[in-house]
């Protein structure tokens, strides 16, 4: 079982993925696993957002996506598993497959200027803005190099492997909790 203060070091991040279910319309998931107490007094009075009505499956989808890269890939990986799930989120969750919403170009020319200590235009004569794939982990601009070559370049999503790692000690403590907390969840 983990312990809170030692156990959870990204607080700021665990209060992140506690707005995002809160506003997703999740509180009641919040409150049964007993950290509604967790999200500051501000935030706990806060009503979820008013949004459209929309299927549930469709709200766990935007929500996942919300969350990031690992919560997409934790759908990506529900989406293969018709024993857990009734096939209307299945359907859903394969959009996580190969629909996930691009990152910023302000991103990709960051990553692209760090990598290569010049600006996008000094490496390349010719740079899509929109990506032709994006994934959860990276998207795929087509791009010309200086010598005319047409290529594809895969960007990384920045800080991408430091926010799986914080996420996936996050998603076992809250699977404790699920446990713990949620009558015959352990066997899942």
Known sequence: MFKFKK???NLKRLDEILVVL??????????????????????RSKRPYKKEAMPPEVRLRKTLERLGPTFVKFGQVLSVRPDLLPK?????????????????????EKVIEGEFKKPVNQVFSNFEKKPIA????????????????????????PNVKQIMQEDIELMLYIASLVEKYIEGAKKY
Not at 88 to 108: A, G, M, W
């Open 22 to 43: 809160f506003e997703e319309g999740f509180g009641y998931l919040i409150d049964k696993i007993k950290l509604k107490k967790k999200l500051t007094p501000k935030k």
């Open 88 to 108: 209307n989120y299945i359907r859903e969750l394969e959009k996580l497959q190969d629909e996930v919403p691009p990152f910023s170009f302000n991103e990709v």
């Open 7 to 9: 156990e959870v070091r």
């Open 134 to 157: 994006s994934a959860s982990i990276s998207q795929v601009h087509k791009a010309v190099l200086k010598n005319g070559k047409i290529v594809a370049v895969k960007i990384q999503r």
